[in-house]
């Protein structure tokens, strides 16, 4: 199993712009949660989606974020405009059955936003 | 407010020391889970704990529901356990959701 897949590894780009993050959740598993980690704040919990619907979007910081999942082989989160603040690491997990079972994570995507 | 700490924030062994890693929780919770992270960033989950024991290879973890707190114990250790252990709660409060919320991990440096 190739486990989950995110794209791409690693984003620099400048304030303002446009940043798609892409993940593929390992097969067969109905859970995606995207995560993000700072230095400051740790992980965090962004958005939780079962059965391609997103359960608990709680965790988005603002509007400027957006994620979606079209199928149960793909997931985008996006953030439109991107601010310096939002550099961070994103990891994207996928598990059978929820916050109660084993999450496998992705390597993440490195952003920095200049 | 509802919050996880972890202790200690960093622990350095020798290999072979028995370490262990805890995890304390404010509030009642439904499930508890132990994630590694590696040096070099990626991140594995160890366990997911509702109640009492498991134990995988040299890894043991615990979780006492009365007390609100959780031990991960290393067994053995060994320089590849060198890692940040991270432990995240879902708390049973309906007002949370389904939201984990993280400790702040515990920094491990097992020397050899």
């Known amino acids: 199993d190739a486990g989950v897949i995110q794209s791409p590894r690693h984003e620099v780009t400048e304030m303002g712009q446009e940043v798609t993050l892409r993940c593929k959740p390992i097969s067969g598993h109905n859970s995606l949660f995207w995560y993000r980690q700072t230095m400051m704040r740790g992980l965090e919990l962004l958005i939780y989606?079962?059965?391609?619907?997103?359960?608990?979007d709680s965790g988005m910081p603002e509007d400027r974020f957006s994620a979606k999942m079209p199928n149960a082989s793909f997931s985008t989160l996006k953030i439109q405009p991107s601010e310096p603040r939002d550099s961070a690491v994103y990891f994207c997990?996928?598990?059978?059955?929820?916050?109660?079972?084993?999450?496998?994570f992705g390597p993440g995507t490195r952003l920095l936003v200049l | 407010k509802n919050e996880v700490e972890q202790s200690p924030q960093n622990l350095t062994a020798q290999e072979g020391e028995f370490i262990t890693i805890n995890c304390s929780y404010s509030?009642?919770?439904?499930?508890l889970h132990w994630l590694q992270q590696h040096p070099g960033g990626g991140i594995v989950s160890l366990f997911m704990?509702?109640?009492g024991k498991k134990k995988h290879g040299r890894l043991i973890a615990t979780i006492n529901i009365q007390e609100k707190h959780s031990s991960l114990h290393i067994t053995a250790s060994h320089p590849r356990d060198s890692a940040v252990y991270i432990c995240?709660?879902?708390?049973?409060?309906?007002?949370?959701?389904?939201?984990?919320?993280f400790g702040g991990g515990t920094r491990v440096l097992v020397k050899p």
């Open positions: 989606f079962n059965n391609n619907v997103p359960i608990d």
């Open positions: 995240a709660v879902r708390w049973t409060i309906k007002a949370a959701g389904n939201k984990l919320t």
């Open positions: 704990l509702s109640s």
């Open positions: 997990a996928s598990s059978w059955g929820g916050v109660y079972e084993t999450q496998y």
């Open positions: 509030v009642g919770i439904s499930a």
